[in-house]
């Protein structure tokens, strides 16, 4: 009777072949290429086999919460029933970190409760603002296409979107409002300031970005010295009048003529501060919290 057997390697495995590695600013995504003979393959941080990671036959690791701008090495072991290779050592830098000053790419989705439809949008970023020279600030409105192209820009590209106080869900508005759900004419939310679970700046541009505060809305008006619409256009934050959507029924108004910019600070359980600015005044006021306004996003920095 003949015998069955399994066929043994007679040798180690070589050396696992380096591939292309995937960076992001805290991530790395480590890639190797099979080798004859391998049954598996081994992952470590350092140079050691015993206390390698067991990757059976992948031939990636992904790694996260990793320092931007920073050189990592790593080593990786294939194997057989003959034992293991060398290591492969391979090295691969983090991106660049960010700086408030650089633009940033989110994809925003209606499906998240906020934005209002599916829409990617580039921001550009600006801090040493006059008033609030530690904050990191969004220089277009939250949702929009594009910045604005004059002060008086009407177009719905540079106007974004609009939201109601301490409210998360965002609305568009073309020729129409959208979503066409049901408008909330009251919202006399008794929060004292913009809950940061309901703040769509946190929600869509990640955490430690928000509304401003009434004082830091306050600090910039009077650091900037606004009097009119000149000033909030003319300086880096490129604030343009947007116009707001009225509290009875969300419909538009004075788009292209005044600017409506919410704070998260409430002035009394109806009404909240927001900025608002023309051709002949810029100043801080409180209004119905069921107006939609616009979003100006900002974190510390």
Known sequence: ??????????????????????STQTSIVWNWNTVADAIGYKWNTTDDYASAIEMGTATTK????????????????AYNGCGYSTSLSVAQPTL????????FTKNHLASDGVAPVDKTVTYGTATNIPGELTKCWITRNLG???????VSDATEASAGWY???NCKQGYQYTTSRTPSTTWNATNDNLSATWEAAKDPC?????????????????????????????????SALKLHVAGYLYLSD???????????????????????????????????????????FSARCLRDY
């Open 163 to 165: 939201f109601q106080f």
């Open 250 to 292: 969300g419909s538009l108004g004075y788009r292209g003529s005044t600017g409506y910019y919410w704070s998260s600070t409430q002035y009394d359980a109806t009404l909240g501060w927001f900025l608002s600015f023309d051709s002949g005044n810029s100043n801080m006021y409180s209004s119905y919290k069921a107006y939609g």
């Open 202 to 234: 946190t929600i869509e541009l990640g955490s430690g970005w928000r509304i401003p505060t009434n004082t830091e809305w306050t600090n910039v008006d009077a650091g900037g010295s606004w009097t009119n619409w000149n000033g909030p256009y003319g």
């Open 62 to 77: 992904s790694e996260s919460g990793l320092t931007c701008a920073t050189n990592y090495t790593r080593f990786v072991w």
């Open 96 to 103: 660049a970190c960010w700086i408030c000053g650089d633009p």
């Open 1 to 22: 009777m003949t015998m069955l057997t399994a066929t043994v390697p007679a040798t180690v495995p070589a050396v696992p072949f380096v591939s292309t590695h995937v």
């Open 144 to 150: 929009a296409a594009q910045q604005a192209t004059e």
